[in-house]
């Protein structure tokens, strides 16, 4: 599997405070199954970015990591004013690995009136955003029908892995299957800080994937797309959007299935 969005690199932001607990994060996604990780350290105005610290970090992490598994840098970009520019100025600062995907991340309690235009901005210039983890956005958790625009211009959608299984609440998991069964999500990513407090989650995102929506869709989720974004090619063929005002099919389970057959 590919977690695009995990804060890896330790003494940066609210990830990892040490080398020994960074390792014991990327360990636990080991036994996990990932085997590419995005650290994504926050740009916002408690953490400032610093891409040379960055690469210093990522050395003497994989230097001890052995290349057990491939760590990649992006950026977990606070959806600013002064970001917005800086990224439109500079492209390959905040991307995926320097390539086209961008991490976004939307304030808590506001959404600027701009941002439609400053979506369409960065995708003028080749990026393509993700928006993370809108189902823990208390606005967009609210109004998650906004995200349809968005998509429309361009944008993707990250969910949280541990929003699935019901680790951030039962709005969250309900936004999520809105998002889900309206093919508006495109990853799934850990978002992982640390053992105790935010611990990776993709194995029983995956498995809860499976079960729930499909083989198909865990697969599209946590390895297909996410491998493109790590490295920085197209979008495999993905299923069609359904409206805000359509109503999606009813999902059914096996039993259900089996139920109608006899």
Not at 45 to 57: D, G, I, L, S, T
Not at 215 to 242: D, K, M, S, Y
Request: hydrophobic share 35%; with cysteine.
């Amino acid at each position: 599997m590919y977690d695009i969005h995990y804060h890896l690199l330790f003494d940066l932001d609210d990830g990892p405070k040490t080398l020994e607990d960074a390792l014991q994060l990327a360990e636990a996604s080991i036994a996990e199954g990932v085997t590419h990780i995005v650290s994504a350290p926050h740009a916002n105005a408690k953490y400032p970015f610093r891409p040379e610290v960055n690469r210093q970090r990522l050395a003497v992490l994989n230097e001890h990591l052995r290349g057990r598994i491939t760590v990649g840098l992006g950026c977990d970009m606070h959806l600013s004013y002064e970001n917005i520019q800086e990224a439109l100025s500079d492209p390959a600062r905040f991307t995926i690995n320097g390539r086209q995907y961008l991490l976004v991340e939307f304030p808590e309690f506001s959404i600027s009136p701009n941002i439609s235009d400053w979506f369409y901005q960065l995708c003028s210039t080749g990026m393509i955003p993700i928006i993370t983890h809108p189902e823990r956005n208390p606005v967009l958790a609210s109004q998650p029908h906004r995200l349809a625009e968005w998509l429309r211009i361009g944008c993707l959608v990250q969910i949280t892995a541990a929003s699935l299984t019901g680790r951030f609440g039962k709005q969250a998991v309900s936004v999520c299957d809105y998002m889900l069964r309206r093919n508006w999500a495109h990853f799934i990513a850990s978002d992982a800080h640390s053992l105790r407090g935010r611990p990776p989650a993709m194995r029983s995102a995956y498995e809860f994937l499976s079960s729930r929506y499909g083989r198909q869709t865990a697969e599209r989720l946590c390895v297909e797309n996410p491998r493109a974004a790590f490295e920085g090619e197209p979008l495999p063929e993905q299923p069609e959007p359904i409206g805000p005002d359509q109503e999606p099919r009813a999902r059914w389970n096996f039993f259900q299935r089996l139920q109608n057959k006899i």
